[in-house]
């Protein structure tokens, strides 16, 4: 398939998480995201599966973490923050540039770098923890010294509880071929140095 484009919408998440939670015979977290999908993606404006599951989390004071390139958790921040004071909400937003040229480029279905510098502005100042995944950072790209020296006096100014930043890795398959695609496309100089 599309690997920017097809979405299996699970609709029976909130129901599921739900049934798993109620087995739970020890205090536990629950991590919410990957590094290949987002819970927040564009589809959840209308599923609203995220808005559940905070919800359920919330009502039974469970601890959650969040990661997610989007700003739409701003949606859900009521539930979350009151969460946070029940127990703990933890944010964690993945961010590699200050410019948004870039962004568009590589990651054109997340949200815009000033909305999520927002989100995580306004995260932080409800008393949630919020950090910045700072992966993959993009070689002669956005690992650059000026571009880590903007992001990370970005943050401090925001107050983040952590940055990690992190290495692109580009297994053989359909995430390489479309990143590779990608980069031909607005960074063609730049493939003989990515395919070394």
Known sequence: GNFECDVVV???LPELLKQ???KLREP??????????????PAERDEMLMAKSAAILESMSIPATVL????????????????NRKKQFF????????????????????????????????????????GVLAMPLLPHITDTNENIHALWKE???IGVDFVMPGGLTLRPGIQ?????????QHYGDLLPAYRH
Not at 33 to 41: A, F, H, K, L, M
Not at 117 to 128: P, Q, V
Not at 176 to 184: D, I, P, R, S, V
Request: glycine share 4%.
């Open 68 to 83: 997610t390139k989007s700003s739409l958790p701003l949606r859900d921040i009521d539930v979350w923050s009151s969460l």
């Open 91 to 130: 944010l964690a937003v993945s961010l590699t540039m200050l410019d948004d040229s870039i962004r568009r480029a590589f990651e054109p279905h997340s949200s815009p770098v000033s909305e999520r510098l927002a989100m995580l502005r306004e995260f932080k100042a409800r008393g949630c923890r919020v």
């Open 10 to 12: 699970r609709r029976n």
């Open 155 to 157: 943050l401090a100014g």
């Open 28 to 41: 536990t977290i629950v991590s919410i995201g990957s590094g290949v999908s987002d819970p927040y993606q």
């Open 176 to 184: 390489k071929e479309t990143f590779m695609a990608t980069l031909q």
């Open 20 to 22: 798993e939670l109620a």
